[in-house]
């Protein structure tokens, strides 16, 4: 199946700091890219969609100026969590869908292995 | 809002099939099913989908009722990798750029 990396995988930052994550479909181009974050014992909660040249749509009760979402190419979406504190502590987790299924199918959602903030 | 409903835990004995239920009475005809799983500390990783036949690929097998209300994950003969929590996820197969969402799963013990 189609490749979705993360970087950093895991990150620690002092409280007040701004931390970028890194989203990249490594073998196919995705318009789209979604934003999950994870707490402990938790399911995945959708954050915000990220679209290729556009704004990101976020979700219900997510800050978008404390979440800023950049989708500058077909490869590359990133997360930079601004002014962070202990509470933003989480998995962040990314996903993207292979638009032409170079991967065999075209309906399947990758996902990457997720990067660990701890704010302290 | 997850339109599918799963036991929160369940056990199994290495080298047995593990057979993880889901349902879905709401599902709509275009909806499909998905099944995800997520081992501790990654990504969730895909697993399989299906409509309305049984469909199997080298994970697993997937078992849906002829009135689609409900469906079966099976793991034939599963290892200790297994261990993780499993999501089942009903949706338009078309809606690529839809995000999947997830409900709180089954987390699946597998003991030596």
């Known amino acids: 199946g189609a490749v979705v990396s993360q970087h950093p995988s895991w990150v620690i930052c002092k409280s007040g700091t701004s931390v970028k994550i890194e989203c990249r479909s490594l073998?196919?181009?995705?318009?789209?890219m979604f934003w999950y974050r994870q707490f402990p014992k938790q399911s995945l909660m959708l954050m915000a969609t990220?679209?290729?040249?556009?704004?990101?749509?976020?979700e219900q009760g997510v800050e978008k100026d404390k979440f800023l979402i950049n989708h500058a190419s077909l490869t590359l979406s990133t997360l930079t969590v601004t002014s962070a504190h202990p509470e933003d502590s989480s998995f962040y987790i990314c996903?993207?869908?292979?638009?032409?299924?170079?991967?065999?199918?075209?309906?399947?959602?990758?996902f990457g292995p997720g990067t660990r903030l701890t704010v302290t | 809002d997850a339109k599918t409903t799963q036991p929160p835990s369940m056990d199994c004995a290495e080298g047995r099939a593990a057979n993880l239920p889901c349902n879905h009475s709401t599902i709509s005809g275009n909806e499909y099913v998905y099944w995800y799983r997520q081992i501790h500390s990654q990504g969730p990783q895909y697993i399989i989908h299906?409509?309305?036949n049984n469909e199997t690929n080298e994970m697993a097998s997937l078992i849906i009722t002829e009135d689609r209300k409900s469906s079966t994950l099976i793991l034939p003969h599963a290892t200790l990798r297994d261990t993780a929590v499993y999501y089942c996820i009903v949706r338009v197969a078309t809606e690529g750029n839809t995000p999947l969402v997830f409900g709180k799963g089954t987390r699946l013990s597998v003991i030596a």
């Open positions: 996903s993207a869908r292979d638009p032409l299924g170079s991967s065999g199918s075209s309906y399947e959602q990758y």
């Open positions: 073998d196919f181009q995705a318009t789209t």
């Open positions: 990220s679209n290729e040249g556009s704004k990101a749509t976020y």
């Open positions: 299906g409509l309305k």
